[in-house]
Structure formats: structure tokens, C-alpha cells
């Protein structure tokens, strides 16, 4: 049970968190490209935290459900549609089998993410990841992304039920922030080779304005702005690459390297944006501004605790009843007047089934009894009859 793509979107995907460990051996990550987002959907759902997504940007899915079970949409606004009717985001949503989803362009934001509840698809983990290496051709559903016609298996065969469902919704406002600011700011940790930059660049990269351009993907985003100068070129000896590196090549415009980028590369990086805000970067259509603000590695710390925090407090916030449209009190008010009828003919009914009982057991009782009887008044008459020398029967021995 599972679902089959009618039409596959631009690029849709199965990815979770990423893969880990393996850099060295020459594979990028991969992973969703908003963990945030990435993270609610699996916490709206009771799902593990590693459970994978569907990703998809810019042109979503149309998918069709074999089998009933719970999703939940997240990341930017793609206007779901299920069955023909808008269905809400960043909220667990029953599905029916048989039932068709379907998304719009995003009206805000790049990439969507769907789960499913009872540990979402069932595909094979490659080096301890789900996350699909498009230019490997590993993970995922078959290394690649999906085409029309492909099914997809769920883990779980259907979900009927999900507890606390009515609380299992966020405020979009507060799960995606910033979704209709022009601008935003991206905090950024200086380093690592900030020392072959000039001041003036240094200056020119915290202080102005970058526009976010149409070259963007999954292994990085290219942004226009003033020319960040360098002492001596940019030119290093290749090294590593970290999540949100900020690469300032020769032509001095800064590139923000991603989930699928390369594990080494000979650009000198200027900083690295802090992890809490790489959804607010990858979420970003073409023509947003970006600035950046400087921070200090333990405030890029503190801002990862205070995020990790969050989720934490999410997660205790959609499996609470009393959440949302379900209270205990009122549910309680409602079903105590049932309860109590309910409580009134069964007291009822069982009375009236000991009375019959009890009916039945009298009458077996006095049917023992006069059996009894009768065989004593026999008894007695043989008796009798024998000691008169009558013809009767004899007694036999007695014991």
C-alpha cells in the first residue's frame, strides 16, 4: 500500500536528514533541504525522527493513495488540494484510499515536504540513509527522482487511527516564519579563510544587500551583489565543505553551498551561515533580499539549543488533547449524560438477566427435589410390601 505517481513535479524525491560520515569517501549529504520543515512533518505524525520525506520544489506532485492512512504537508505553499478540496498545511490530515492529492505552484516559498503516518515510505536505507544522491544515482526510489506511473510503498499498510489528531496542527505563521518579508537576515559565523579577504570585502559582505538569483538548486545558491575583494585572489588548496559554507570565487559574488554539494572545494569561504537559518535561505524565491549579520560560534550554538528546544516543545504541544479544538472538560460534559444512560440500561438489563436466572435455577431445584421424593415413596412401599409378604419387589441389599 502505497502511492503512484500521476504526474511527478519537477523534482520530487525521497530524503530524510542526510548521510552522514561518508565525505571523505567522496559523497555529499544529500537530505532534505529544510530540516525544519523536514522535522515538523514527522512530529505532526508521531513518525521516527529519521522517517523519509517526500521533497519536492517548485511544481508539486499529483499522487494517488491506495491505502487510507494520515499525512502531512509542510515546508512552502503549494496550495494542496485533496480530491479537489484545499486541505491545510503544517496540520495531520486523514487521507481515504483512492484519494488523489495535488499541489500548485508555491505561492510562497521553494520546497514542500509530505509524510505519511506509521513511518512514512518504505524504501531501502544506502549507508544509513533513506536521502536519494541524484548524481550517484543512490538512495531513495531507485537513485532517481520519481516518474509517472512509479508507486511508492508506505511502511504501515493503512493508519485508521492517529491519537490526538485534533491537536496535531501548527500555526503556519509560527512553523514557517519570515514566508512574506522581501528581505531577510542570515546569521554567519566568519571563517574559515576570512583572512584573505580584504576589510573593505568583509565590510561589503556583512554590510550590504545580496539578491538571491535564478541560479539556485540543491547543491547551492548564487547571490548578486557588490563584489567582495579578496588580498590575493581566492584560491586555496582544497578542503572541506560545510553545510552553509560561503564560497566567494573569483568573480566575487558569494555562493551559499547546500545539501548536495561537493565534499571538497579550492574557493576560499568567508563564513558559514548558522544552520537554524538555512530554511529561511532555501526557501527563498529568486529577487529576495539577503543580508548578513555576524555571530560568534557560541551563538550559533546556543541559537542550534534553542532550536532543538522548539521542536521539543512542538512536540509535547501536538500530542497534548487539550490542544486545539479537543478539550477534556467539554468532551467530558458531552459524554457524561451518555455514559450515564448507558450505565442505567445496563444496571436495568442485567437485573432482569439474574431475575430469569435465578427463575431457571428455583425450577431445576424443585424438580430435584420431588425426584427425590418420589423415589423415597418408592422405596418406602417396597419396604413395606416385603415386610407384609406382599408380591412386591424386592428391596435388594441395603449399603
Known sequence: MGVTANKPGVCTTVQDGGRRGY????????????????????????????????????????????????????????RPMLDGRPIASYTAVPVERGSVLSFSAPRTGVYGYLAVAGGSFRVEKVMGSYSTNLKCGIGGYKGRKLQTGDYVPFVAKAVDYLPHLGSRTLPRSEAFPCEDSDEITLRAIPGPQDDLFTDEGIRTFFDAPYTVTSKCDRMGFRLE????????????ISDGIALGAVQIPDHGQPIIMLADRQTTGGYAKIATVASVDIPLLVQSKPGRVIHFERITVEEAQKLYRDGHRQMMAWMQRVNRPSYGDVSPRKTARRLTPILEEQARMSKKSNEQNWTQTNRYLHADRRAAIADRLRKEAELARTIINAAEGGDGPSPGPRS
Open 23 to 78: 565525505m571523505g569517501s567522496g559523497f555529499s549529504p544529500s537530505g532534505v533541504m529544510d530540516q525544519r520543515a523536514y522535522h515538523i512533518a514527522n512530529i505532526l505524525l508521531d513518525n521516527p525522527a529519521d522517517a523519509p520525506v517526500l521533497e519536492f520544489c517548485l511544481a508539486g506532485p499529483t499522487l494517488r493513495f491506495t491505502t487510507s492512512t494520515v499525512i502531512a504537508i509542510t515546508g512552502g505553499d503549494f
Open 225 to 236: 551583489g557588490p563584489i567582495v575583494t579578496t588580498k590575493q585572489g581566492s584560491d586555496i
